[in-house]
């Protein structure tokens, strides 16, 4: 029996999400932990480590990127089709310490056959928004993964 398209579309990005992250050594070495992924939305976890502190005891603005970056790729992958960043800008709002749970909540604004843009809200554990990032995105040919059906 066929599988309804959203459930089917669900299982793609699931998938997709899932092969991208194994072969993601950036992400798993900074401790980032995909724990949702949606046809063109991704939530991605991090928290900070005392080695991602700059000079001003502060989560260092590129580690923030950087997690706000991987939702982004979850996100835009999540059709299985290979999709790299063409753009991206951050706008930062507040710290972020050692010990803050860091959420990047990727949500899909606007997608085309080749494009795509995506705002990225990263929020700690108090729900206190700490930064906000918008990317454009790029796609290139083949597929994220071989999926079986």
């Known amino acids: 029996m066929a599988k ?6 669900q ?6 999400a899932q092969a991208l992250f194994g072969r993601d050594r950036a992400s798993q070495a900074l401790g980032m932990r995909l724990v949702a992924v949606r046809p063109g939305g991704a939530r ?6 005392p080695d991602m502190v700059n000079g001003h005891d502060v989560c260092h603005g590129g580690i923030v990127f950087a997690l706000a970056d991987s939702a982004f790729a ?15 800008s951050i706008d930062f709002l507040a710290a972020a310490r050692t010990g803050d749970e860091l ?3 990727a949500s899909e604004l ?7 843009i995506y705002e ?3 929020r ?3 729900g206190e928004r700490v930064a906000l990032f918008r990317g454009r995105s790029y796609r290139i040919d083949g597929p994220v993964t071989a999926i079986e059906e």
Do not use: L
């Open 120 to 122: 990225i809200s990263v």
């Open 74 to 88: 979850f996100a835009c992958n999540s059709y299985n089709e290979n999709t790299v960043a063409a753009a991206g």
């Open 44 to 49: 991605v976890v991090m928290t900070v480590r």
């Open 11 to 16: 299982g793609v990005a699931e998938r997709s």
């Open 124 to 126: 700690n554990q108090r």
């Open 110 to 116: 606007w997608r085309t056959k080749r494009n795509g």
């Open 103 to 105: 959420t990047a909540e």
């Open 4 to 9: 309804p398209p959203g459930e089917q579309a």
